[in-house]
């Protein structure tokens, strides 16, 4: 079946460290994806999106990169901040109808002072 | 610009109890969602409205009902709540055309005794 995954379910790391933050996905139809950060308390914040034909998309201090061939997306913050301490997780956009979505469960990024 | 508003921010309600969740949007989306999140899980579509005067039900619609009255807003109900809907609901908006990413409000915790 469909699915959108993360490998880690909680990941720490030191401030000014980069964070790798991965998710797996299985629908090969799917076309575009989106990284959302959740704070404690708040809804899922858009952070950076990807369309099925890059591979690569670069923000402030935040850089997706796609792999279509073993669907697999990750999401790669430079610089790690303590206000980046937040759960991270996917969203698989299937076009078509009303635009189905598959959201992953998300990881948590603890940054370390 | 407030974005998406979720209206309340927490509820208790008994069993068989009903209420109904108020979400506004001023970003003239045509498109709105409601989901539920909870522990362990992703976000899960109860039901969604791709404009004016519709509605369809997602993945999870049971126990629910939905309707948009006017393009900004779109409301939950809960006619006889159950200790199964204690979650936290969020709202969200789109544009609706292929590729565009949905925008959540700040979410309703609701728990149920």
């Known amino acids: 079946g469909e699915s959108v995954g993360l490998h880690l379910p909680t990941l720490s790391v030191q401030e000014g460290d980069n964070s790798i933050i991965n998710c797996a996905y299985s629908?090969?139809?799917?076309?575009?994806f989106i990284w959302y950060k959740q704070e404690s308390g708040k809804g899922p914040q858009f952070i950076i999106d990807?369309?099925?034909?890059?591979d690569k998309r670069q923000g402030q201090r935040v850089t997706v990169l796609l792999n279509k061939t073993v669907k697999h997306l990750s999401l790669q913050i430079a610089a790690t901040q303590p206000g980046d301490s937040a759960v991270y997780f996917c969203?698989?956009?299937?076009?078509?109808?009303?635009?189905?979505?598959?959201f992953g469960t998300g990881t948590k990024l603890q940054v370390i002072p | 610009n407030a974005g998406v508003t979720q209206t309340p921010k927490f509820r208790v309600l008994k069993t068989g109890q009903s209420m109904t969740l108020l979400c506004a949007q001023d970003?003239?989306?045509?498109?709105m969602y409601w989901y539920r999140q909870d522990p362990g899980m992703g976000l899960r579509l109860i039901h969604y409205?791709?404009?004016?005067?519709?509605?369809a039900k997602g993945e999870v619609p049971d126990g629910y009902n939905v309707s948009r009255l006017k393009k900004q807003n779109f409301l939950l109900g809960l006619e006889s709540a159950a200790p199964s809907q204690t979650s936290v609901y969020f709202c969200a908006s789109s544009y609706g055309r292929n590729n565009s990413p949905l925008h959540f409000g700040n979410g309703t915790r609701l728990t149920v005794t």
């Open positions: 969203a698989e956009f299937h076009s078509g109808g009303y635009q189905k979505v598959t």
């Open positions: 970003m003239n989306h045509e498109y």
């Open positions: 629908n090969s139809a799917s076309d575009y």
């Open positions: 990807i369309r099925s034909n890059m």
């Open positions: 409205s791709v404009g004016e005067g519709t509605t």
